[in-house]
């Protein structure tokens, strides 16, 4: 299983917005690297087990299976299982070494 960055929206525009203020990063490149919001989908369910003091029946669906869903989906469901088919199954996403 691959790990995804899951982030708010709000915190990156935050953080770019003090980036563009320090006066460090003038003429810079600026990377963003979230490494304690990069989890597996099995570390996010485990997280959500704590703190809901519950545990979740886990059904696992073939990528075959996802494929099909994907392309009888439609907008905006087909998009958002297109994102998990890519990143959470396929790991299609930029490597960053984790913590």
């Known amino acids: 299983m691959h790990a995804a960055v899951f982030v708010v929206e709000e915190d990156i525009a935050a953080y770019t917005v003090r980036a563009v203020d320090d006066p460090r990063t003038l003429d ?3 990377y963003m690297r979230l490494l ?3 989890v597996s989908h099995n ?3 485990a997280m ?3 703190k809901t003091g519950r545990t979740f029946q886990i059904e696992r669906v073939p990528e075959a299976d996802l494929l099909k869903l994907i392309n009888e989906a439609a907008f ?3 998009i958002l299982l297109s ?3 890519s990143v959470l199954v396929r790991g299609d996403v930029p490597s960053q070494p984790r913590h």
Request: zero cysteines; aromatic letters at 6%; a neutral charge.
């Open 28 to 30: 810079k490149i600026l």
């Open 83 to 85: 994102l998990s088919l």
């Open 36 to 38: 304690a919001n990069m």
């Open 48 to 50: 959500w087990e704590r």
């Open 43 to 45: 570390e996010l369910i």
């Open 76 to 78: 905006p469901l087909n």
